[in-house]
C-alpha cells in the first residue's frame, strides 16, 4: 500500500504541474526525477531511465550544462540502475561523472559528494577492487567524524536520528571490508575507534544541555544559547552551497566557524554542562588503553551486518580488546555467528533459566570464544552489543560446574572510552543521604486493561495489557524500613503517586530506585519507497521506542501505539537523558523487562541503559527479563545492606548475587540482574 500510494502521488503531481505549468520546465522535470526514483525502487528501471532522460533534457534545454547540478543527481540515479542490476562498471562511469560535476561546483566535504563517494567504494568493493573502496570509504568516514565533532550537537532529537540513519550503514559497510582481511588486519585499531565514535551516538548530552539551558530561567543563557544553534544552523547550511551560493548570501564560513568558537567559549563560562558537553576530544583506543591497570582488560564490542551488493541478514559480532600494560595495537574476537546468536541460543539461553533446565550452549557460545582468546584476568571491562546486551555472562553455567561469576569480574560499561573519561574526570556523588522509590505504579486510570479508546482505532487483540506489580510495593517498603534504620532520608511514590511527571522533576537523589515494567517496542519495517520519500519512516528515533511503565501507561498503550508522549505515563529512553541525576550514584531498575521484544538492531535495550547514565547516575543495576517479586525482593534487600555496611557497591551486588545463588542455585533468582557503569 504505501508504494501504490507515493506511486499515485507522484503522478498526480506529474499531472497537475504538466497541465498547470508545461511539460517542458524545471519543476516539471523535478516531478520526472520522483518518478524515476518510485520506479527505481519497485524495480521498473526501463520506466525510470525514461523518466530521467526526460528530466535530464528539460533541465539541459532550460538551464544549460554548464551550471546544471541537476545533471548530476542523474548520474547518481543512472549509477544506482547500473549497480541493482549488477553493471558494476556502468555504476561506476556514472557515479565518477557525478562526483567530478559536484566536486566542480561545490567541494569534497559537500554531502551530495560525500554520498556519491560512499556509492563508489561499494562499487569498488564488488568490482573487487578492495583498496580503492578502503581509500574512497575512509575519505567518507572522516567527512562524517568532522560533521558529528563540528555540527551534530547543535542538530535536533529528529535531525540525529535521521543523519545516524544516514551514515550507520557505512560504519557496517566498513567493517566488512575491514574483517575481510583477517583477524590480523592493521586497521582493527580504527574499528575500535569508530565505535568509540559512534556507539550510541543518539544519545548525545547536548539534548540534556539544550533542555536545562532552556528550563533555568536566565535570559541571557538561553540568549546566548539560541544564538550558537542559529550560528551553527547557518554554518551547516554552508556546508551544501556552492561557492557562487556562499557569495550571494554574504556568508564567509571561516569567519562564521570563528564566530561559533567565540559564542562557544562565552557558553562554557556561564554553563558547566555546556562545557562538558563542548569538550572536543577524540577519545581513541591508546586513551584507553592508558585507563587500565595490569591485568585489566577492555572489550568494544559491535554488531554489524555483512555487507554484499547491500547490507544482507547476516549479523557478525567483532569484539575489539585492548590489555592494560601492552604496547599492543587492539585485538580481535570475531563471531561469525550473529543470526544463531540472537535466535536460537537466545532462546536457549533464555529457557534454560526460565524453566531451569541444563544449559548445554551458552558458555561455548557465548563465553567461551571470550575466554579462550583473554584468558584469566583480574578484570575485564566489557561494551556489549546486540544480543550481549540481553544476557548475563555471569549467569552462564561453565564446564567445572560453576557459573562465569565463580571465576571472571566482569564490569559492565556503555562504552569503553568511560574508563578514560572516569580517569580525567571526578564525578561528585550527592553527600545527603536520599534514596526516590518509585514502585507498584496504578497501570490502569481512566481506562480497563485490553479496552482500548474508541478513537484509538485499535482492537482488543492489538491492545497490550500491562500486568500489575504488586509484589513491587513490598520490595519498596522492605527497602524503606532497611534505609529507615541506617539513618536515610526517604521519599516513596506507589499506586496513583508513581507518575512520570513526579520522576521528572527528581533532583539528585543518592539512589533512584523504580520498580515497574519496561518495554521495548520493535522498529517496523518500511520499504525502499518509504524511505525515499517519507523521512518520518525511515528516521524514527529508537529512544522513542523504550522505556518505563508508570501511573497511566495502560491507557496510553489503549490509546496508542507509537506515540507514547501523547499524555503522561511513559518514561522513554530519551525523556530519561534529561532527569537531574548529576550526582546520583546509583539508579536501580528493578523488575524492569528491559529485553522485552525480539532483538534487531540493540539500539533500544542499549538506549534505556545509556540513557540514564547521560542524565547522570554513576552506576545502574537492571533486569535483563522478568523475574519473580520474591526473588527481586530479596536480592534487592541483601544488596543494599551490604552496600550501605561496606560503601563498595560492585562488591555488594555480586555477593548478593552469590548468596542468593547458593540459597536457590538455580540463576532465575539473580541472573536476569546485571549492574552497568564504573563504581
Known amino acids: 500500500k504505501p508504494n501504490i500510494t507515493v506511486q499515485c502521488l507522484v503522478q498526480e503531481s506529474e499531472n497537475l504541474i504538466g497541465q498547470k505549468l508545461g511539460s517542458q520546465n524545471p519543476p516539471y522535470a523535478e516531478i520526472l526525477k520522483n518518478m524515476a526514483i518510485a520506479n527505481i525502487a519497485a524495480g521498473n528501471y526501463k520506466l525510470a531511465l525514461n523518466y530521467l532522460n526526460q528530466a535530464e533534457t528539460i533541465w539541459a534545454q532550460k538551464i544549460g550544462k554548464r551550471n546544471n547540478i541537476n545533471a548530476a543527481s542523474v548520474a547518481v540515479l543512472k549509477g544506482d540502475i547500473s549497480y541493482r542490476q549488477k553493471d558494476y562498471d556502468g555504476a561506476e562511469s556514472f557515479y565518477e561523472d557525478a562526483r567530478r560535476q559536484y566536486d566542480r561546483v561545490f567541494n569534497k566535504t559537500h554531502p551530495e559528494y560525500v554520498k556519491v563517494q560512499s556509492k563508489l567504494s561499494k562499487t569498488y568493493f564488488m568490482q573487487s577492487r578492495f583498496k580503492d573502496s578502503q581509500d574512497v570509504l575512509e575519505e567518507v568516514l572522516a567527512n562524517y567524524k568532522n560533521f558529528i565533532q563540528d555540527y551534530f550537537p547543535a542538530l535536533s532529537e529528529r535531525e540525529k536520528a535521521k543523519f545516524w540513519n544516514t551514515i550507520k550503514g557505512d560504519y557496517e559497510f566498513y ?69 557562487q551560493d556562499l557569495e550571494t548570501n554574504g556568508i564567509d564560513p ?60 547476516s549479523v557478525m559480532y567483532a569484539l575489539f580488546y585492548i590489555e592494560g600494560e601492552s604496547s599492543e595495537e587492539p585485538k580481535m574476537i570475531l563471531l561469525k555467528n550473529g ?17 531451569k533446565i541444563k544449559d548445554k550452549f551458552s558458555y561455548e557460545k557465548f563465553w567461551k570464544p571470550i575466554q579462550d582468546k583473554v584468558g584469566s584476568v583480574a578484570t575485564l571491562y566489557l561494551s556489549p552489543d546486540g544480543v550481549y546486551n540481553q544476557i548475563n555472562l555471569e549467569a552462564i553455567p561453565t564446564p567445572d560446574d560453576k557459573y562465569v561469576i565463580d571465576n571472571s569480574n566482569i564490569i559492565l560499561v556503555s562504552n569503553t572510552k568511560d574508563l578514560f573519561i572516569n580517569k580525567i574526570k571526578t564525578k561528585v556523588v550527592a553527600e545527603e543521604e536520599l534514596a526516590l522509590m518509585f514502585g507498584n505504579p496504578q ?47 526517604r521519599q516513596l511514590y506507589t499506586e496513583k503517586e508513581a507518575t512520570e511527571t513526579s520522576i521528572k522533576e527528581v533532583s539528585n537523589p543518592r539512589i533512584f530506585h523504580v520498580a515497574t515494567h519496561g518495554f521495548f517496542k520493535e522498529e517496523k519495517k518500511t520499504s525502499k519507497l518509504d524511505q525515499e520519500f517519507n523521512e518520518s519512516a525511515a528516521y524514527d528515533n529508537p529512544l522513542l521506542k523504550t522505556g518505563l511503565l508508570l501511573t497511566g501507561a495502560g491507557d496510553i498503550l489503549n490509546e496508542t501505539q507509537f506515540n507514547y508522549n501523547v499524555d503522561n505515563g511513559i518514561l522513554t529512553a530519551y525523556e530519561a537523558m534529561n532527569l537531574n541525576l548529576d550526582q546520583t550514584d546509583l539508579v536501580v531498575l528493578s523488575a ?41 525482593q530479596q536480592l534487592m534487600v541483601k544488596f543494599y545492606r551490604k552496600w550501605i555496611e561496606t560503601g563498595n557497591k560492585r562488591k555488594a551486588f555480586v555477593d548478593a548475587k552469590k548468596e542468593i545463588r547458593n540459597e536457590y542455585r538455580d540463576p532465575i533468582y539473580w541472573g536476569p540482574f546485571v549492574m552497568i557503569g564504573l563504581d
Request: hydrophobic share 40%; with cysteine.
Open 339 to 355: 543470526e544463531d546468536l540472537e535466535k536460537k541460543y537466545l532462546k536457549t539461553y533464555r529457557n534454560s533459566i526460565k524453566y
Open 443 to 489: 497501570f490502569y486510570v481512566d481506562t480497563t486493561p485490553g479496552s482500548p479508546l474508541p478513537s484509538s482505532g485499535l482492537n482488543r487483540s492489538t491492545a497490550e495489557v500491562v500486568t500489575p506489580l504488586p509484589g513491587t510495593k513490598r520490595e519498596i517498603m522492605e527497602l524503606d524500613d532497611l534505609l529507615d534504620r541506617k539513618g536515610w532520608e
Open 592 to 632: 524492569c523487562e528491559t529485553g522485552l521484544g525480539e532483538l534487531q538492531a540493540g539500539e533500544g535495550v542499549y538506549g534505556l541503559q545509556r540513557a540514564f547514565l547521560v542524565a547522570g547516575a554513576r552506576t545502574i543495576i537492571m533486569s535483563l527479563f522478568k523475574v519473580s517479586d520474591d526473588a527481586t
Open 175 to 243: 567493517n566488512t571490508l575491514i574483517v575481510s582481511r583477517g583477524e590480523k588486519s592493521k586497521y582493527i585499531g580504527e574499528l575500535y575507534n569508530n565505535a568509540l565514535l559512534t556507539k550510541a551516538l543518539l544519545l548525545n548530552s547536548s539534548i540534556k544541555v539544550r533542555q536545562r539551558i532552556m528550563s533555568s530561567n536566565d535570559e541571557a543563557l538561553i540568549s546566548l544559547y539560541n544564538r550558537w544553534i542559529e550560528e551553527k544552523e547557518l554554518l551547516t547550511a554552508a556546508l551544501s552551497m556552492s561557492g
Open 254 to 313: 571561516q569567519k562564521l566557524s570563528n564566530e561559533v568558537e567565540l559564542i562557544e567559549k562565552d557558553l562554557s563560562l556561564k554553563s558547566e554542562l555546556f562545557a562538558q558537553s563542548a569538550d572536543t576530544r577524540v577519545i581513541k583506543w591508546e586513551d584507553v588503553r592508558s585507563s587500565l591497570g595490569l591485568n585489566e582488560v577492555a572489550i568494544e564490542m559491535v554488531r554489524f551486518r555483512l555487507f554484499d551488493h547491500n547490507l544482507t541478514d
